[in-house]
Nanobody, 111 residues
Framework: QVQLVESGGALVDPGGSLRLSCVSS????????MDWYRQAPGKERELVAR???????YVPDSLKGRFTVSKDNAKATVYLQMNSLKPEDTGVYFC?????WGQGTQVTVSS
């Protein structure tokens, strides 16, 4: 049974930082790419980061310099480091691998 469990979401002030974690089980992240998506209220889910099986990272240009994706294969965990957070980064952040989704973790950026 595949499980993706996100954590690390919180309420944070603008300009703050968060690190999200996604712990996987039942699926081998050594051979599969892992994605982070987010969904803001009333908006479609969007890709915010991807890391390949070999560790190559992709972040959309709009988020480069603020978001960083990494993974620890030994811990079967993928991370999303988010810095200089803005109110528009608010949303539910999901981990995704192959056809599987986590339950999401809420990030709220507000003063």
């Amino acid at each position: 049974q595949v499980q993706l469990v996100e954590s690390g979401g919180a309420l944070v002030d603008p300009g703050g930082s968060l690190r999200l974690s996604c712990v996987s089980s039942g699926i081998n992240i050594n051979i599969n790419p892992m994605d982070w998506y987010r969904q803001a209220p009333g908006k479609e889910r969007e890709l915010v980061a991807r890391i390949t099986s070999t560790g190559l990272a992709y972040v959309p240009d709009s988020l480069k310099g603020r978001f960083t994706v990494s993974k620890d294969n030994a811990k079967a965990t993928v991370y999303l480091q988010m810095n200089s957070l803005k109110p528009e980064d608010t949303g539910v952040y999901f981990c995704h691998c192959v056809s599987f989704w986590g339950q999401g973790t809420q990030v709220t950026v507000s003063s």
